[in-house]
C-alpha cells in the first residue's frame, strides 16, 4: 500500500481468500467482501486447498474457519500460510476459546470474529489493517 492512499484503492490492492467449509457461508462472504470492493481469490475448503490456493494465488490475507472439511484444522493451515508465505489470517469461528487462540498466536492473526459477525465488523477489521 502506498502513504497517503485512498481506503478504496485500498480496498482494490487486499486479495482475499476464504477459507470456510460451509457453502453458504462461504458464499456470503465473498458477495459481502465484493460488495466492499475487495477482491476475492478464491474459496478453500480444506486446509490442503488453503495452502495450495495461497502459493498460486499470493492473496494479501486469508478469512480463516477454524474448523475445516475433512477434519483439517484452521490454525494449522494458518500457520503454515503465515511461515510459507507471510500470508496473515483473520480467524472468523464460532470456536474462538483461550486454547484456540493461544495456538493461533504462532499464525500472527490480524483478528478474531465471532460468528454470527456483521459486515460492518468484518470491514471495520479489514480496513483496520489495510490502513497504513
Known sequence: MTSGSSSSSDQMQA???IVEDDFLIALELENRL??????VTG????ATEAI????????TFAIMDIRLADRSDGV???IELFTAFGIRSIFASAHADAKTQERAALAL?????QKPYSEE???RLINDYLQP
Open 34 to 39: 465484493i460488495d466492499a470492493g475487495f477482491e
Open 43 to 46: 474459496i478453500a475448503i480444506t
Open 52 to 59: 495450495s490456493m495461497a502459493e498460486r494465488e499470493r492473496p
Open 76 to 78: 494449522e493451515a494458518a
Open 15 to 17: 486479495r482475499i481468500l
Open 121 to 123: 465488523a468484518l470491514t
Open 109 to 113: 492473526p490480524i483478528g478474531w470474529l
